[in-house]
């Protein structure tokens, strides 16, 4: 009786967590989606200023979104065209490895008809008839038994694999249609990516001719620290609940020269540097073609994902402790904001959006809303 209530009483136990694991949940998911209304409603209250501020902004914003929701799904018909060659490979495999064993079988089965044939037809009817040999007969039927249950076997199993193979085949042939429905959708995507690439640039040309100097460019498409620096702040704002410390990853700041490159290439600005006429960068530029993929540096939670004048498709990261990434000049964003990410995972692809002449990445690290030089915090590259 005592173990039946303790079992009772594990069970309740069980139910109870269960129900409030369920609670948590429920409440986690209201939280991300209050969140992420929330930096909607702001990045609306950017929009207005944006559209309200300069004409060209708002029209460059366009195209560049135009254009990153193309490559998102450019990228996405990528992963499923991975996905399906997998598949393919995986089921050309499994045929050839049947055609073996097929083979193997027909080979089997061939012996066991020739050693029929090499015995002939009423081998069983002479032992019955030779009384002669009637200590053999037992023995020499029960061979006989055997054999034809060893040819029976090896037929079923021969036809088995055969049907085995036929439905193999089909596989193949339907996997092998969605290979090529892929492949011509994503032709017929990156045709028109290109085509919007190819608009975006016209504009651009068409603004750099209406901004004849520099100093007019920065006005209309340069970076505002300001504008970066108040968003950072309303952000914090709404991320309030990010505790200092993120479970299960490794503080932030013990990270200092072991964070991966958010891409391969070449450091075409650093820290500090003039940059775009500007007096000083406040991060680095990296040199990579359109669509390289980005990556995160560090575990953290994404707290905003949109179209930042003078920055293009920004995405920013909180790491716990008041540490920032920031990933800039973007073709597609790949995570939205509220999305938990790990260290080494995709989170957008390069690009030349907010109004830059030459495709790339410009990555930022900030503590406090403060940036500081990445370069030393960065793995030596290889």
């Known amino acids: ?21 369920s609670a948590e949940e429920a409440q986690a998911k209201q939280k991300l989606e209050q969140v992420r209304a929330d930096i909607r409603k702001l990045v609306d209250e950017q929009r207005d200023t944006a559209s309200k501020r300069n004409d060209a902004t708002g029209a460059l914003r366009e195209a560049d979104l ?5 490559a998102k799904t450019l990228h996405g018909i990528d992963q499923q065209l991975s996905v399906q060659q997998s598949k393919l490979d995986g089921l050309v495999e ?28 009423d081998e069983e009817l002479k032992l019955l008839l030779a009384q002669d040999h009637i200590d053999d007969i037992g023995r020499m039927l029960a061979y006989y038994r055997y054999f034809e249950r060893a040819r029976v076997h090896e037929i079923d199993g021969l036809l088995t694999d055969l049907q085995t193979l036929a439905q193999l085949q089909a596989d193949i042939e339907g996997e092998t249609a969605a290979l090529k429905r892929s492949r011509d959708e994503r032709a017929a ?33 340069g970076k505002d620290e300001k504008a970066l620096v108040d968003l950072l702040a309303k952000l914090r704002d709404i991320f309030a609940d990010i505790p200092k410390h993120l479970a299960g990853a490794e503080p932030f700041a013990d990270l200092r020269g072991r964070l991966g490159w958010p891409l391969r290439g070449k450091v075409v ?65 790949l995570k939205e904001a509220g999305d938990w990410v790990d260290a080494g995972e995709a989170i957008a692809t390069s690009g030349d959006s907010g109004g830059r002449k030459t495709s790339g990445l410009y990555f930022e690290l900030r503590h406090d809303g403060k940036a500081f030089d990445p370069a030393t915090w960065m793995r030596p590259a290889k």
């Open 1 to 21: 009786m005592p173990a039946l209530a303790v079992l009772m009483a594990i069970n309740v136990h069980a139910q109870g967590s269960d129900a409030q694991h």
């Open 66 to 70: 135009k254009i990153a929701a193309l």
């Open 94 to 121: 499994q045929r050839s490895a049947l055609d073996a064993k097929l083979k193997d079988q027909r080979d089997a089965l061939a012996a066991l008809l020739r050693s029929a044939y090499a015995m002939g037809r």
């Open 189 to 221: 995507q990156a045709l028109e990516l290109d085509a919007e690439r190819e608009q975006r640039h016209q504009l651009l040309g068409e603004l750099e001719a209406a901004l004849k100097d520099q100093t007019g460019r920065l006005a209309a498409l």
């Open 269 to 333: 600005a650093h820290f500090g540097a003039a940059a775009d006429g500007e007096r000083s960068s406040s991060g680095l530029l990296i040199a990579a073609k359109d669509g390289s993929e980005v990556r995160a540096v560090s575990h953290g939670r994404v707290v905003y994902a949109d179209w930042l004048r003078g920055y293009g498709l920004l995405l920013i990261i909180d790491h716990g402790e008041g540490y920032l990434s920031l990933y800039g000049y973007n073709e597609t964003l």
